[in-house]
């Protein structure tokens, strides 16, 4: 071997094992000056990717890429399951990247790294919705049967269910508090057995037309969701926050839309009531009187004190409500006092204590929708909605 011969095959060495082999337009594996730091390589992967409707189709970020490129040259497998209404395990022949020259692995890694992103691309759904948990439960279960018991598994999609045991369509679902849904899941025995695996969630949260946007808390709301829901059925869970933007794939198999809380600022003045729950701006952190976001609910608040502060004789009547968790006793004092936080902002925003009465009534309102199941196991959903603060407003 000549010498120039030896001084390329030192820096492919060197790009190989000390730099991070990284996915670029057009598909090409290259290098740049401040690569994504990859680690050392799992013992296998598999990439969950969302390739279905209102959520952005899923590629492989510089990060991935290398992550990917790392095992492949490891040896190691990288599985791949869709994460349809019915996920499936999808076959990837990659290529041996041992023996040879050091040139020639390189270029088998790039090859297995191009052909991994191209079946991400063609990626299409065989049925209706989005079933993130599940496609879950089945890549632990590919994992296991290919002797992979610690991989790594990579959830590409927003992380919307809209079928299965976490379907963020039901109402409050999106609000939920994320303690409460794994115990959900748990108590419905529908919790995936993930032990032994890191889980990674990559661009959880973010959509693509028809379905409507999340703003930042909700997206931090979903995130918390599945991680909790992760580490409770055995993972490590890992937050990869990677922006993801532009269309879903190209198909016909339809996708429920997620209904997100509205953000207009309400209108005092009707005699509807005026009602704040666990998912809108004005929520608490739980078994606590303190805002979750406070400023949010400042903002929410201000109209309705501003109401108020034009005309003193004008007067609102707030109801503090809870789901049925606990004694009954303990849900009203705990509702009454979450009314009272409220009356306390609206002061603080403009309004006299003498125009506002409070009181609560904890889960015993009419407007109460049930929230526990047949088994009596709670439902995070409709407790969400449950938890609220009902304002009645009325002129002098």
Request: hydrophobic fraction near 40%.
């Amino acid at each position: 071997m000549g010498r120039a011969e030896r001084r390329a095959g030192t820096r492919l060495r060197s790009l190989l094992t000390g730099l991070p082999v990284l996915l670029a337009a057009g598909f090409l594996v290259t290098s740049c000056s401040s690569p994504p730091k990859c680690g050392n390589p799992p013992q296998g992967m598999v990439l969950i990717v969302g390739a279905h409707r209102n959520a952005p189709a899923p590629s492989l970020s510089q990060r991935l890429a290398c992550q990917v490129a790392g095992v492949i040259r490891a040896g190691k497998p990288v599985l791949l399951v869709v994460a349809s209404g019915q996920p499936q395990l999808r076959p990837l022949s990659l290529p041996d990247v041992n023996g040879g020259t050091l040139a020639g692995q390189g270029s088998r890694v790039q090859a297995g790294v191009q052909h991994i992103q191209a079946a991400i691309t063609a990626a299409r759904p065989d049925s209706p919705g989005a079933d993130d948990l599940a496609a879950l439960a089945v890549a632990a279960d590919a994992a296991r049967s290919a002797g992979l018991p610690h991989a790594e598994l990579v959830l590409l999609d927003s992380g919307l269910d809209d079928r299965g045991a976490l379907d963020f369509t039901v109402p409050g679902m999106l609000g939920a508090t994320p303690s409460e849904v794994a115990k959900q899941l748990k108590a419905s025995s529908n919790l995936p057995s993930l032990d032994g695996f890191t889980v990674l969630l990559v661009s959880t949260g973010y959509t693509a037309p028809p379905q409507t946007p999340l703003p930042p808390q909700w997206r931090s709301k979903v995130t918390r969701i599945w991680a909790t829901v992760l580490m409770s059925a055995g993972a490590r869970a890992e937050i990869v926050p990677q922006p993801a933007q532009g269309a879903s794939v190209n198909t016909t198999q339809p996708v429920k839309l997620v209904p997100v809380p509205a953000t207009t600022p309400v209108t005092p003045g009707t005699p509807t009531p005026i009602v704040f729950t666990g998912a809108s701006p004005v929520r608490f952190e739980p078994d606590s009187t303190a805002f979750a976001d406070p400023a949010a609910a400042a903002q929410a608040l201000k109209p309705i004190a501003r109401w108020l502060a034009a005309d003193p004789s004008r007067h609102a009547w707030l109801v503090g409500t809870t789901a049925d968790v606990g004694p009954m006793a303990g849900q009203r004092v705990l509702s009454k006092l979450r009314a009272d936080r409220v009356r306390d902002e609206l002061v603080a925003l403009g309004a006299s204590p003498a125009q506002i009465s409070t009181t609560g009534v904890g889960s015993n309102f009419p407007q109460f929708t049930p929230d526990r199941d047949s088994s009596g196991t709670l439902l995070a959903g409709p407790a969400t909605l449950n938890r609220s603060v009902r304002i009645t407003l009325r002129d002098s």
